[in-house]
């Protein structure tokens, strides 16, 4: 029986570890990355379409506020790359409800249009592998196929060059979210203006957090969270050092800004920790939302056809 749809769920991420290089004469930075996938969703559906109605984009949900919904969505632009690559003639209508922060460094515009290929894979049976699929994601977007993949995984190059890790363990987080999000473009433009003068190196993972995950050991990761973006961040947005701060007083293993920020993430220790910490943050006024959530998932996959 021909499906109608497919829904895929798809997970946001935090980075354990973010080492930014210098910025190369394309107009890059080369990145070594930690990923973690953890339990904060965005859900996609894709349907068949009216014909001649091409590809429509609708957003609802807790985090939908600001997002496109035009052919500048990531998940638009993922679609029309899947039906042109395998040349399938059909209109599609693409509705995303998100839970994922918009642009709060935990790549909720990547999940999208990750969960739009594995959508497309399923709706019309494609057969694609994991690989070829973040083949096709790492056109898109330097998260994206990260956000194919899930798990732990260490990216190289522009983020997009996908490596699994060997870990242990399940990780509780505490996410602080900001009352609005910062820009990636601008967020990297202030890390390169921190650093003028300075010699960067090029980026290396840390061997620290590796043992740390493969024992897993939640204090050493907490404790060897790293990322180069942060100074930036909290250039940017000064409050993010008041929210470590209280992250820091309320016994966190480790807090960072995920990515490019404004989200915090706070490692702890255990479910209790983390309420603990939820309850002080929400009380100091200095975050808009908080969220609690485990690591690792799974990456996008296909929960129901409809």
């Known amino acids: 029986m021909k499906r109608n749809g497919v829904v895929v769920r798809v997970p946001g991420k935090v980075n354990l570890q973010l080492s930014v290089g210098p910025l190369s004469s394309d107009g890059f930075h080369e990145v070594t990355t930690v990923f973690q996938a953890i339990s904060v969703y965005d859900d996609v559906t894709v349907k068949h379409a009216e014909p001649g109605s091409g590809i429509s984009i609708s957003v609802v949900g807790a985090t939908s506020a600001g997002v496109p919904t035009d052919a500048s969505n990531l998940a638009y632009r993922a679609a029309r790359l899947m039906l042109d690559q395998h040349d399938i003639d059909s209109d599609l209508s693409i509705t995303i409800k998100k839970e994922i922060p918009v642009a709060g460094g935990m790549a909720g515009g990547s999940a999208d249009a990750a969960g739009t290929i594995v959508a497309i894979d399923s709706l019309f049976d494609l057969g694609l592998s994991r690989d070829g699929m973040e083949k096709i994601a790492a056109e898109l977007g330097s998260d994206v196929p990260f956000s194919i993949t899930g798990g732990i995984a260490i990216g190289r190059g522009r983020g997009d060059q996908i490596t699994p890790v060997l870990a242990r363990g399940s990780y ?3 996410l ?4 609005q999000g910062l820009s990636t473009q601008s ?5 390169d203006r921190l650093r003028t003068g300075l010699d960067i190196a090029r980026p290396q993972v840390s061997d620290t957090i590796l043992h740390a995950l493969r024992a897993g050991d939640a204090t050493a990761v907490g404790l060897a969270l790293g990322n180069d973006l942060q ?9 993010l050092r008041l929210v470590l701060d209280v992250g820091n007083d309320y016994g966190a293993l480790g807090g960072i800004i995920s990515g490019s920020g404004p989200t915090v993430a706070f490692l702890v220790e255990d479910d209790e920790k983390g309420l603990d910490l939820t309850v002080a943050l929400s009380a100091s006024g200095v975050v808009a939302g908080v969220v609690r959530a485990t690591g690792p998932t799974h990456g996008a996959r296909v929960i129901e056809t409809i």
Request: aromatic share 10%.
């Open 176 to 179: 602080a979210l900001a009352p």
């Open 172 to 174: 509780h987080w505490v």
């Open 231 to 239: 100074p930036a961040a909290c250039s940017l947005r000064p409050a």
């Open 187 to 191: 967020v990297y433009q202030e890390c």
